[in-house]
């Protein structure tokens, strides 16, 4: 236990010797790894399937001392609110309700998943900053974006809803993603307070990847190019990573 103790001060001292550096004079060159939430409201064709969509994701990039950003980008997304009318209507019985095998009443649970990944780039302005790597922040990039309709079970057993049948009711969807943002970074001249928040919109050209809807069994799947808007605000903290400094040594 007490070695445990001793690398843990080890790596905390290592760490912060890594983190801490006076940037109040000068634009440095540093690597960022960042970790974001978004809330964001649907637009376009996305808005007729899903509600509010979460975004939890991570950046992992470097700014330059030119105050650009490159990295890459990706966000999980997940939300609870689906908007696909009369989804299971076909498989209800005289009283609405979903039986399992058992003939118990079942829980069938819907939610939206998927995620993006996205080369990004992006440039500072020290505007408005305590130092010149602060400021008013902009990126944008471009990527791959899934996304579908999750149907869960939970315990019990639908023969209409196992497996390979959950994919009719999936929705499952892929395409070309862009995203911009616009708001403000801020590093602290010293310290972890590094940050950034602001205004976030993204633009999926997505299409319907499956071949029939089995809620929808006479109606042919759409397989024009879908326009599936999101836009919100994200908050994210920023590690980064600077040089150690280099230690003065005395001698008489």
């Not at 690597?31 to 509600?51: S, T």
């Not at 471009?142 to 009711?169: F, H, N, S, W």
């Not at 499952?172 to 928040?197: R, S």
């Amino acid at each position: 236990m007490r070695n445990a103790g001793i690398i843990f001060c080890f790596i905390l001292s290592s760490f912060f010797g890594f983190g801490q550096r006076n940037i109040r004079d000068s634009a440095i060159a540093t690597p960022w790894i960042a970790v974001h939430y978004g809330l964001n409201a649907p637009g376009g064709d996305l808005k007729e399937r899903f509600g509010l969509v979460n975004h939890l994701g991570a950046m992992a990039g470097y700014k330059t001392s030119k105050n650009w950003v490159y990295g890459l980008d990706g966000n999980f997304m997940f939300g609870n609110q689906i908007k696909i009318p009369d989804m299971f209507s076909h498989l209800t019985d005289s009283y609405g309700q979903i039986t399992d095998v058992n003939g118990d009443v079942a829980i069938v649970v819907v939610t939206m998943r998927g995620f993006n990944l996205n080369a990004m780039v992006g440039k500072v302005f020290p505007v408005l900053s305590p130092n010149k790597n602060s400021g008013i922040y902009i990126h944008g990039g471009v990527g791959y974006m899934q996304y579908k309709a999750r149907v869960e079970t939970q315990d019990q057993v639908i023969p209409t809803l196992e497996k390979k049948y959950r994919k009719g009711y999936d929705r499952y969807t892929t395409g070309v993603n862009f995203h911009q943002f616009v708001g403000y970074a801020f590093m602290a001249n010293q310290g972890f307070l590094n940050f950034y928040g602001g205004f976030y919109i993204q633009e999926g050209l997505t299409y319907n990847r499956r071949e029939i809807f089995f809620d929808q069994p006479d109606i042919p799947v759409s397989k024009a190019q879908r326009l599936d808007l999101q836009y919100g605000f994200k908050v994210g903290w920023f590690i980064p990573v600077y040089k150690r400094k280099p230690k003065d040594f005395y001698f008489d």
